[in-house]
């Protein structure tokens, strides 16, 4: 999914019900929404407009229902890099109540990311 994007960032993100995937998204360039600007200006990062693959993935109604956020990145030749949430998507992951978030590193693993601590 993040390969095919259009957008410069090769982000995927899913959110997963019970082991399920249920929503799908992906960064998407060029685009926003209010509630991205709403975040970034909360977390004092207003430049944050273009709408996020984990924003995009909360959003959908469905999401209240999910219990697990992945979200991953890939460079031009597939492989995965770091794509470790924004402040922005911090604060939307938190006040979304899914607790289990895991991300795509640098060295081509998947690193759990501690939701318990807040926004940074
Ligand atoms: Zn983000």
Redesign the pocket.
Same mark, same amino acid.
């Given at each position: 999914m993040a390969l095919a994007t259009d957008s410069r960032w090769r982000v995927a993100c899913v959110l997963l019900r019970k082991g399920r995937i249920t929503i799908r998204s992906t960064n998407v360039f060029g685009k926003t929404h209010p509630m991205q600007s709403r975040l970034a200006d909360r977390v004092g990062q207003p430049y944050?407009v273009s709408l996020?693959a984990?924003?995009r993935a909360l959003l959908n109604p469905k999401a209240a229902t999910c219990d697990t956020l992945v979200v991953g990145r890939v460079n031009r030749q597939g492989e995965l890099c770091l794509a470790r949430? !924004?402040p922005? !998507?911090q604060l939307a992951i938190f006040e979304s109540g899914i607790r289990r978030v895991y991300y795509s590193t640098d060295n081509g693993t998947w690193s759990e990311f501690a939701t318990r601590n807040k926004v940074e």
């Open positions: 944050r996020h984990e924003l949430p !924004c922005v !998507c």
